[in-house]
């Protein structure tokens, strides 16, 4: 991208900026005048959403058909921009940003390149693909044994445990959220559910003893232009390290890497990546 006009990115919100930004002009691309949502707050009673692009990747809704406990779907991607947190451009300085995108079934890229140059204060330069085939991780355990493990939480970070926070980063919290978060997006938008025992990894994964742990918490706030309402999008930042028969799980923290773990992915949030020790 660059700049039209001077930009600044606010600390720690810089992808939830860039996700604001993007479902503007995606309805701006995709929704026709014939679209009932598309004038609308919310495109939740158009009669196309089940054809709507704008409706599958920025407000997909769940079926009867979808993965129990979710009134509202994951979206289908997530932005990579940390690196922008906090930074300024003038007009003419050039930047660039990552978005990870899940939807193996439709094409959809299409849709995104179109938003991507209708976002405002800013011209699209280039639109480059990490790779000419979409990127695969096998879920299977590593093949070498791996007993050592760090964890980088590059963004403000939240792991539910229950009803209710995690108070920090305990090895079964984490991976039970990256094993749900990829095994959903996988339903949805890949080739189905995993055929894996789900109980069996969970009572496996405490075994795992977290080792070492260096974190902050990070206070961020973001306001919905839409309902004026203010979301903390805040959590912790840091290194986690983790001691124990990790083999199997390995994996699944592999694909996190680039599916986000944790609340509120879309906004940026959950970014991490684990590294053998």
Request: net charge positive; charged share 25%.
């Amino acid at each position: 991208m660059a700049a039209r006009e001077p930009i600044s990115f606010s600390r720690s919100a810089a992808a939830n900026t860039l996700r604001g930004g993007f479902g503007g002009a995606l309805r701006r691309v995709t929704c026709s005048l014939s679209c009932p949502g598309r004038n609308g707050a919310n495109i939740r009673d158009c009669d196309q959403r089940q054809s709507c692009a704008y409706a599958q990747i920025f407000e997909p809704a769940a079926r009867d058909s979808s993965p129990s406990g979710f009134a509202d779907l994951p979206r289908p991607f997530v932005f990579r921009a940390a690196h922008l947190d906090g930074a300024a451009f003038e007009a003419g300085e050039q930047f660039w940003f990552g978005v990870n995108v899940f939807e193996t079934r439709k094409p959809l890229l299409s849709y995104f390149e179109r938003a991507f140059a209708q976002l405002d204060r800013t011209e699209l330069l280039s639109v480059e693909p990490a790779d000419s085939e979409p990127i695969s991780i096998p879920l299977a355990p590593a093949s070498t044994s791996v007993h050592r493990l760090r964890v980088e939480f590059r963004t403000p970070t939240e792991l539910k445990c229950g009803k209710t926070l995690a108070d920090g980063p305990d090895f079964d919290v984490l991976f039970t959220r990256a094993r749900d978060r990829v095994a959903t997006l996988r339903s949805l938008y890949g080739q189905g559910p995993l055929d894996i025992d789900f109980r069996g990894l969970g009572e496996r994964a405490r075994t795992v003893r977290l080792s070492r742990c260096q974190l902050r918490e990070v206070d961020v706030r973001r306001r919905s232009s839409r309902t004026g309402q203010v979301h903390s999008i805040g959590g912790f930042t840091g290194v986690a390290e983790y001691e124990g028969d990790i083999s199997e799980f390995f994996p699944f923290l592999e694909v996190a890497r680039w599916t986000g773990v944790g609340r509120q992915c879309v906004w940026g949030k959950g970014e991490i990546h684990a590294s053998v020790i």
